[in-house]
């Protein structure tokens, strides 16, 4: 299904229903008005049948589709007419193009299009402008069945739609509009109640321009996810130029679980991986449900869809200095039948779980501090992302630093660096950086580290490694980028 149009500066339309769920990124669409003033043809369309490309057959179209046709139903504005068969190109997955689905034949469609289809006969759905299935397009459509009437006055309107998230392949995610729904708009003096229609749009015409609080009836169990909020206090401006503002308001489930591990010892342990696994069911293979521990071994899952779920530590079975133990289930048992089972409902909040992890294996600590050529140490500004990492090999004289680390840290404030290393392993130990070209001011020593014969400008640079044997713990090592302390250059 189609779930919502998402408007942010960068918006991100979702055509999933139709186009098996691919991303494409625009600039940020207009207000119905701004769109059907630009806009030469606003119809609504149906689609009629899909053009498939023959077998070994070339297209770059998704789902093996090459083209569609569609039908005129109704005409806002153009040269369109009712009854017309429109010829559409197949979008490529990533270029802003509409796609379509045999399963989505009989579907309608209100599109913003240009004057005419381009040299090849063929039109272009586009998906960065405010098209959309006509489900998904209350709010325009009200405006639309309106023009003429509203043309030259503000309007406040969006939708409310509550969004079902799905855990498992067996439960398809969900949008559900929010009809007959109170929202409470407050400002200049005035206290106005509406109501959203059948297709959970809220709209007012006619209001003064300035600042307005919107409110929609809460759903229990449920919070506004735009940017992060929680429905309540939600100002907008009205502005007497722009004259139309949009709000619109997606409900997610409001859950979480959250908690700490440590060791045997009681002692926080950071960067040990996590996730929420069904406790039936095929999982999702996008699912999101997972988290990594903090310094303070605390970890927090949010927007848990309902189900029943069973909570997995170090989910990839490697033992590892951050992790140096095999997986496990909550409470602590490796045996899937025994983990402990937690339900989730809508406003459902687990906190404060305790987790010890089971008998690990020995780890060292390295601690010292990344300094530049100059004795200076590195900090965000002369060495912006700079971590430590540590390769691990039985023979430390061939570790090649370009595999993959054992282990990782970053830096603090003052360069200085804490890594964990599990006890026997050999290898090297390193300060890295990405650079490219025109990182550092005036920083000529810089410049010639990444003069590379390719001339690409971008080059990893590295402290000279010095050699591990975590035997013991480790302190006081320095680590040395091959140049100085340079201001990092302003980019913006």
Same mark, same amino acid.
């Given at each position: 299904?189609?779930?919502?149009?998402?408007?942010?500066?960068?918006?991100?339309? &979702?055509?999933?229903?139709?186009?098996?769920? &691919?991303?494409?990124?625009?600039?940020?669409?207009?207000?119905?008005?701004?769109?059907?003033?630009?806009?030469?043809?606003?119809?609504?369309?149906?689609?009629?049948?899909?053009?498939?490309?023959?077998?070994?057959?070339?297209?770059?179209?998704?789902?093996?589709?090459?083209?569609?046709?569609?039908?005129?139903?109704?005409? #806002?504005?153009?040269?369109?007419?009712?009854?017309?068969?429109?010829?559409?190109?197949?979008?490529?997955?990533?270029?802003?193009?509409?796609?379509?689905?045999?399963?989505?034949?009989?579907?309608?469609?209100?599109?913003?299009?240009?004057?005419?289809?381009?040299?090849?006969?063929?039109?272009?759905?586009?998906?960065?402008?405010?098209?959309?299935?006509?489900?998904?397009?209350?709010?325009?459509?009200?405006?639309?069945?309106?023009?003429?009437?509203?043309?030259?006055?503000?309007?406040?309107?969006?939708?409310?739609?509550?969004?079902?998230?799905?855990?498992?392949?067996?439960?398809?995610?969900?949008?559900?509009?929010?009809?007959?729904?109170?929202?409470?708009?407050?400002?200049?003096?005035?206290?106005?109640?509406?109501?959203?229609?059948?297709?959970?749009?809220?709209?007012?015409?006619?209001?003064?321009?300035?600042?307005?609080?919107?409110?929609?009836?809460?759903?229990?169990?449920?919070?506004?996810?735009?940017?992060?909020?929680?429905?309540?206090?939600?100002?907008?401006?009205?502005?007497?130029?722009?004259?139309?503002?949009?709000?619109?308001?997606? #409900?997610?489930?409001?859950?979480?679980?959250?908690?700490?591990?440590?060791?045997?010892?009681?002692?926080?342990?950071?960067?040990?991986?996590?996730?929420?696994?069904?406790?039936?069911?095929?999982?999702?293979?996008?699912?999101?449900?997972?988290?990594?521990?903090?310094?303070?071994?605390? #970890?927090?899952?949010?927007?848990?869809?309902?189900?029943?779920?069973?909570?997995?530590?170090?989910?990839?079975?490697?033992i590892t200095a951050d992790a140096p133990f095999r997986s496990f289930?909550?409470?602590?048992?490796?045996?899937?039948?025994?983990?402990?089972?937690?339900?989730?409902?809508?406003?459902?909040?687990?906190?404060?779980?305790?987790?010890?992890?089971?008998?690990?294996?020995?780890?060292?600590?390295?601690?010292?501090?990344?300094?530049?050529?100059?004795?200076?140490?590195?900090?965000?500004?002369?060495?912006?992302?700079?971590?430590?990492? #540590?390769?691990?090999?039985?023979?430390?004289?061939?570790?090649?630093?370009?595999?993959?680390?054992?282990?990782?840290?970053?830096?603090?404030?003052?360069?200085?660096?804490?890594?964990?290393?599990?006890?026997?392993?050999?290898?090297?130990?390193?300060?890295?950086?990405?650079?490219?070209?025109?990182?550092?001011?005036?920083?000529?020593?810089?410049?010639?580290?990444?003069?590379?014969?390719?001339?690409?400008?971008?080059?990893?640079?590295?402290?000279?490694?010095?050699?591990?044997?975590?035997?013991?713990?480790?302190?006081?090592?320095?680590?040395?980028?091959?140049?100085?302390?340079?201001?990092?250059?302003?980019?913006?």
């Amino acid at each position: 299904m189609l779930l919502k149009r998402i408007l942010p500066v960068i918006a991100l339309i &979702f055509v999933a229903f139709v186009g098996r769920g &691919f991303a494409c990124s625009c600039m940020m669409n207009g207000t119905v008005d701004e769109e059907f003033a630009r806009t030469p043809n606003v119809v609504i369309l149906r689609l009629q049948s899909v053009h498939k490309a023959g077998e070994g057959e070339e297209t770059f179209g998704v789902g093996g589709i090459k083209s569609a046709k569609l039908v005129v139903e109704r005409s #806002f504005k153009g040269t369109l007419k009712p009854g017309q068969e429109l010829t559409f190109a197949q979008g490529g997955g990533g270029d802003c193009v509409w796609t379509f689905a045999e399963d989505g034949i009989g579907s309608e469609f209100l599109f913003y299009l240009g004057a005419k289809p381009s040299q090849s006969g063929m039109w272009a759905g586009p998906t960065c402008s405010r098209s959309n299935l006509v489900k998904w397009a209350g709010a325009d459509m009200l405006y639309l069945e309106n023009v003429k009437d509203v043309i030259d006055k503000t309007r406040l309107s969006g939708h409310l739609i509550k969004q079902a998230a799905s855990a498992t392949t067996e439960i398809p995610w969900s949008s559900e509009i929010l009809a007959d729904r109170e929202v409470t708009i407050t400002g200049n003096g005035k206290t106005i109640k509406l109501k959203t229609d059948k297709n959970g749009v809220y709209e007012i015409y006619g209001l003064p321009p300035g600042k307005y609080v919107v409110r929609p009836e809460p759903i229990a169990g449920y919070k506004d996810n735009r940017y992060g909020e929680t429905p309540g206090n939600t100002e907008v401006v009205i502005d007497a130029k722009k004259k139309h503002t949009e709000r619109d308001f997606y #409900f997610e489930i409001d859950s979480l679980i959250s908690g700490k591990v440590s060791d045997a010892l009681g002692k926080p342990l950071k960067d040990v991986c996590l996730k929420l696994v069904p406790a039936s069911g095929t999982p999702r293979g996008h699912s999101s449900h997972f988290d990594c521990t903090e310094p303070d071994g605390s #970890f927090a899952i949010t927007e848990v869809p309902a189900g029943s779920y069973v909570l997995l530590f170090n989910y990839d079975d490697k033992i590892t200095a951050d992790a140096p133990f095999r997986s496990f289930y909550y409470p602590r048992t490796n045996k899937r039948e025994e983990a402990a089972l937690l339900q989730i409902e809508p406003g459902t909040k687990i906190k404060d779980l305790l987790i010890n992890a089971p008998a690990a294996a020995e780890v060292i600590t390295v601690t010292g501090v990344l300094k530049m050529s100059d004795g200076k140490t590195a900090n965000e500004d002369n060495a912006e992302y700079a971590s430590i990492e #540590f390769v691990a090999n039985s023979d430390e004289e061939n570790v090649s630093e370009d595999d993959s680390p054992a282990s990782r840290t970053t830096i603090d404030e003052n360069g200085r660096f804490v890594i964990r290393i599990l006890k026997g392993q050999k290898g090297k130990l390193f300060g890295t950086i990405g650079a490219y070209s025109g990182k550092y001011e005036d920083c000529p020593a810089f410049e010639k580290l990444i003069s590379t014969e390719d001339g690409s400008g971008i080059y990893d640079i590295k402290t000279p490694a010095i050699l591990i044997d975590a035997i013991t713990d480790q302190t006081n090592i320095e680590l040395v980028f091959p140049f100085p302390s340079c201001k990092k250059a302003d980019i913006d």
